[in-house]
């Protein structure tokens, strides 16, 4: 069997400040507890040496992807280390592709200087939106025009391969800030947008501004409104849209997400990470003090794991792969599945384009309920 593409996944847990919608696995500086970046890197230097070495066979790295948190808090030397420590256990692929997610505020012409020279060769900013009120209920902290001059300053050090982060659906969000926010983008010559509805995630300081009547739920309509709005203009400017929330120019597809969207495997390194290899998923203890424990006793800092049943195999492909322009690959399916297909073809969600099924623009805006419909 062809070995799957294999990506390694490094999670920065250090924020500045913690956005009101943000969920994700990050510290700002008052709830470290004393862990350190340098702490935190030289625990990743161990994971790595023990991924390495649990390998049943060496693995060409294809991808590098290394998100958060604020991995631009890192600076030039940090991330240059996270690389260095990478290639210290593994053989990046000759044209392997290595991206850092960025936060605009953390950035400078120096940094992505930097970055170029280590290897690194793409990078994804969070733009959010170009209105200030939009940013303001966010509780994003950089200007409106930050993003912008964050990407000019990436594509000046040589980057061709650069994305910009939207959310759309924000409260107190207009048709004419998505307009305006999108154009933005296009205009800073990026090869790759990705655009979120946003989510109010349980938790969250958004969720209990929503909860109080601070401020509204977002509304579906309206999102898929904005959705409408973001996709028509994109491909306008020569974008087309390879999976639901992402579009790209020629050439300007993530392939470290596609690995994901695709059945490929990946090492999560860092606190919180997941990671999957032939049927196991894995996930990493979140502190970044209880992941820094483990690995100095000589431990992966393993929370917790699961192995997939065929079964399970089965959903997450129909789930991720209908997602994808290219589509669901018919002989994927069942006899069965293949009838309810029929059905959502013939209900405008679906179209079979040389034996794959496909979702049209309506269904792109329902993706979650074609794929209920599509299982048992």
């Not at 890197?41 to 390495?52: F, N, Q, V």
């Not at 998505?178 to 938790?203: F, K, N, P, T």
Request: proline content about 5%; some cysteine.
């Amino acid at each position: 069997m062809t070995p799957r593409p294999f990506g390694i996944y490094v999670h920065v847990p250090f924020c500045a400040t913690r956005c009101g919608y943000c969920d994700f696995n990050t510290y700002t500086p008052g709830e470290l507890g004393g862990a350190t970046p340098q702490g935190w890197l030289e625990a990743l230097r161990r994971e790595l040496a023990l991924a390495a070495a649990s390998l049943e066979h060496p693995r060409e790295v294809a991808t590098v992807f290394v998100g958060g948190g604020t991995p631009s808090l890192l600076g030039g030397d940090g991330l240059t280390a996270v690389l260095d420590a990478i290639r210290g256990h593994f053989a990046l692929a000759a044209d392997a592709e290595v991206t850092t997610e960025a936060n605009p505020e953390s950035t400078s012409p120096a940094l992505f200087d930097a970055l170029r020279r280590a290897g690194y060769t793409r990078i994804s900013l969070g733009m959010q939106s170009v209105s200030q009120r939009v940013l303001a209920a966010l509780d994003r902290v950089h200007s409106p025009g930050r993003p912008l001059a964050a990407a000019a300053e990436a594509r000046a050090a040589g980057f061709d391969h650069l994305n910009l982060d939207l959310i759309y659906g924000t409260p107190g969000e207009s048709d004419d800030d998505l307009r305006r926010s999108v154009d933005a983008a296009i205009d800073a010559g990026v090869d790759h947008v990705s655009g979120y509805a946003l989510i109010v995630e349980d938790g969250t300081a958004l969720a209990r501004r929503v909860r109080r009547g601070e401020l509204p739920a977002p509304d579906n309509d309206v999102l898929a409104h904005r959705y409408e709005l973001l996709d028509g203009a994109l491909t306008g400017a020569g974008f087309d849209w390879y999976e639901v929330s992402n579009w790209s120019r020629p050439g300007g597809a993530c392939r470290h997400n596609l690995g994901y969207w695709q059945g490929g495997e990946w090492w999560g390194a860092g606190p919180g990470a997941h990671g999957y290899l032939g049927r196991t998923r894995w996930w990493n203890v979140k502190h970044p003090n209880a992941y820094a424990r483990a690995l100095a006793h000589g431990e992966l800092p393993v929370a917790g794991r699961e192995e997939l049943t065929s079964v399970d195999q089965h959903v997450e492909d129909v789930m991720l792969r209908v997602r994808l322009r290219q589509g669901l690959s018919l002989d994927r399916l069942d006899a069965d599945e293949r009838g309810r297909a029929r059905e959502l073809c013939g209900s405008g969600l679906l179209v079979e384009r040389a034996g794959a099924l496909v979702l049209t623009d309506r269904g792109r805006l329902l993706a979650d309920a074609v794929v209920r419909d599509l299982l048992p």
